[in-house]
């Protein structure tokens, strides 16, 4: 799974619960960070071979400390508290039990979309779906749910005409992203090199997200005091 792990950022995010959009992104690919940073560090093990799925060329073979089960539980249980310790007052339980679910929605969607590279604990009763051996039908599960996330998000948020654009515009890049790491042939890199490439890659769209809603939190103070003048 890759796009569609943003759907649940986008669909969690509200006017209601205020958590930043750029945090549920991070949220969403939070196991996948603390992944990539341990095989950078050589702790945790990945191949890149070409053909290895129909959708992936990633052979992530050992990777207990990121992908486990038990480890995204503990990581989602990590990440509620380090939201609410940083925003404090302005963060409300329900919202940090939120930015939680977000990180664990992570394994729930990879469950889907892996072969039978999942541990439950440790290293050990590996688990998944494989829908990356169905090429097509996995492809279009991540559109279908980067598209549904979207359509959730825009009527529960105050933002303007064209920040709904940018919104949508956003969401068609991310599909030609995810039609080129699905469909268009390339040599595989190294494990080092993909997991370089996870930091570049999902920070940028962090940055994009944090740039959507930037200033959409005056707006909405605006828009309370004049309703309530």
Excluded: C
């Amino acid at each position: 799974m890759f796009v569609g792990h943003y759907s649940v950022a986008f669909a969690i995010k509200s006017d209601k619960n205020r958590i930043p959009l750029w945090v549920l992104f991070t949220a969403v690919q939070f196991l996948d960070y603390i992944w990539a940073t341990l095989v950078l560090l050589g702790i945790e093990k990945l191949r890149v071979i070409k053909g290895f799925t129909a959708g992936s060329m990633l052979d992530s073979y050992y990777h207990p400390y990121s992908h486990s089960l038990i480890a995204a539980i503990v990581w989602s249980g990590i990440a509620a508290m380090i939201y609410k310790s940083v925003w404090r007052a302005k963060a409300s339980k329900a919202a940090a039990l939120l930015v939680g679910l977000a990180v664990f929605s992570h394994w729930i969607l990879d469950f889907i979309a892996h072969p039978r590279d999942l541990a439950i604990y440790d290293n050990t009763w590996k688990v998944g779906l494989g829908f990356w051996n169905y090429r097509g039908l996995e492809f279009g599960l991540e559109v279908a749910l980067l598209a549904g996330g979207i359509v959730s998000y825009l009527p529960r948020n105050t933002i303007s005409a064209a920040r709904k654009t940018a919104v949508i515009a956003f969401g068609l890049a991310l599909i030609i992203v995810q039609i080129g790491d699905t469909f268009v042939p390339r040599a595989p890199l190294s494990d080092k090199a993909t997991a370089m490439g996870v930091w570049i890659f999902y920070t940028l769209f962090v940055v994009v997200a944090y740039l959507l809603e930037m200033g959409a939190h005056a707006r909405i103070l605006n828009h309370k005091q004049w309703s309530q003048s």
